[in-house]
């Protein structure tokens, strides 16, 4: 941070504080060769990233509509509302963990029926068929039966468990 007084390029912190509730960091700083004392505030900057729809078109990313699509997929399954809250900022972090400035609908939709394929199977399926559009049944089923082969497995699994343990 360059001092405000002679410009030079370096300077050390004498002091950091939180500014309202740790949206902003104000801090002290001494210039290495003037002495001067100067403020700087440190802000994180608002997520702005585009999504790629499957039209090519861009728009705005917005938590608001992620959120909308995952609470239909969860209408009246026992989940609280924290857990929700939860799974969309991992799936949020999910989404920037790149650090790019673009990012297609379709890979949103892949990392939250991820998401969703751990917590619950019928939010899953749910989400996966607006999504995917299911366009015939049979693709549906055999992504269905292959849900229930898999909880199948982690049934027999814990069971194994449990004589072993027992
Ligand atoms: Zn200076």
């Known amino acids: 941070?360059?001092?405000?007084?002679?410009?030079?390029?370096?300077?050390?912190?004498?002091?950091?504080?939180?500014?309202?509730?740790?949206?902003?960091?104000?801090?002290?700083?001494?210039?290495?060769?003037?002495?001067?004392?100067?403020?700087?505030y440190e802000r994180v900057e608002p997520i702005s990233i585009l999504v790629i729809k499957k039209d090519k078109n861009r728009e705005e990313y917005?938590?608001?509509?992620?959120?909308?699509?995952?609470?239909?997929?969860?209408?009246?399954?026992?989940?609280?509302?924290?857990?929700?809250?939860r799974m969309i900022d991992s799936i949020e972090a999910e989404i920037f963990s790149k650090g790019e400035l673009e990012v297609s609908s379709m890979r949103i939709g892949e990392i939250i029926m991820d998401h969703l394929r751990k917590t619950d199977p019928v939010a899953y399926i749910r989400f996966a068929s607006v999504y995917r559009e299911f366009a015939d049944l049979n693709v549906m089923?055999?992504?269905?039966?292959?849900?229930?082969?898999?909880?199948?497995?982690?049934?027999?699994?814990?069971?194994?468990?449990?004589?072993?343990?027992?």
């Not at 509509?65 to 997929?73: E, N, P, Q, S, Y």
């Not at 909880?151 to 072993?164: A, G, I, L, Y």
């Open 62 to 85: 917005s938590r608001e509509k992620l959120r909308r699509g995952i609470v239909t997929a969860f209408t009246k399954r026992p989940v609280k509302a924290e857990d929700i809250e």
């Open 141 to 166: 089923r055999s992504e269905m039966d292959r849900l229930v082969e898999v909880e199948e497995q982690e049934r027999s699994r814990r069971q194994k468990e449990v004589s072993k343990t027992g």
């Open 1 to 40: 941070m360059k001092c405000i007084f002679c410009h030079f390029n370096d300077s050390k912190v004498i002091d950091s504080r939180d500014l309202r509730d740790g949206e902003s960091i104000r801090r002290r700083r001494e210039c290495l060769r003037c002495g001067h004392r100067f403020t700087t």
